[in-house]
């Protein structure tokens, strides 16, 4: 049972627009800056977003974070077969003083 | 460009200490900016952080884990290393070092990732 929740699965067709939601409470998300992870298949994580919108260099502008309250959203916009993937948020938890993480989300491209 | 490394044995016996190192190659780690972390992720499941340490030898760690960790810092090689005593079958993971960007906590983001080695615990 992961602290921050996220939809195990998600899809979408190429090209159109995907939401992968993150629920927290006021001791993680409510408190602290989010980050995303996007793992492919059989690789390392990558880091998408940070601080909740921010794109490390690199990263395409199709991807978007976003955060109101104690939930966080990850938005991927025009739908790639390479987006295939799985998805992971991550917070720092005031309560249990360690970095928290979604127990992942897999996006699949119809 | 910045990679990382694990290295270490793929089997540990239960009960036994577990070992990785994680060299460090087109960055110094001694850099003011950023500690270095322990990431694992059990087959099939999510993402666990164990701890950061920062080139002077601070550490953070998970709570949960904590008792069981030792982590170290050899800026001479630019590399850091991850100890895991009593290990059980609830370890096996692929373990994963990074760079820790500690924006306002330590733990993450992590901007750079090594590729992970499997570490299975096993008689």
Redesign the interface.
């Given at each position: 049972q992961?602290v921050l929740t996220q939809p195990p699965s998600a899809s979408g067709s190429p090209g159109q627009r995907v939401t992968i939601s993150c629920s927290g409470s006021s001791s993680n998300i409510g408190s602290?800056?989010v980050?995303w992870?996007q793992q492919l298949p059989g690789?390392?994580?990558?880091?998408l977003i940070?601080?909740n919108n921010l794109r490390?260099s690199g990263v395409p502008d199709r991807f978007s974070g976003s955060k109101s309250g104690t939930s966080a959203s990850l938005a991927i916009s025009g739908l790639q077969s390479e987006d295939e993937a799985d998805y992971?948020c991550?917070a720092?938890d005031d309560n249990?003083?360690?970095?928290v993480?979604?127990?992942?989300t897999k996006l699949t491209v119809l | 460009q910045l990679q990382l490394q694990e290295s270490g044995p793929g089997l540990v016996k239960p009960s036994e200490t577990l070992s990785l190192t994680c060299i460090v190659s087109g960055a110094s780690i001694s850099s003011s900016s950023y500690y270095w972390g322990w990431i694992r992720q059990p087959p099939g499941k999510g993402l666990e952080w164990i701890g950061s340490i920062y080139y002077s030898g601070s550490t953070d760690h998970n709570p949960s884990l904590k008792s069981r960790v030792t982590m170290s810092v050899d800026t001479s090689k630019n590399q850091f290393s991850l100890k895991l005593r009593s290990v059980t079958a609830a370890d096996t993971a692929v373990y994963y070092c990074a760079r820790d960007q500690w924006l306002v906590h330590v733990g993450g983001p992590f901007d750079y990732w090594g590729q992970g080695t499997l570490v299975t615990v096993s008689s």
């Open positions: 992961s602290n800056t980050h992870y690789t390392a994580p990558k880091l940070s601080s490390p992971y991550a720092w249990l003083n360690t970095v993480f979604g127990g992942g | -």
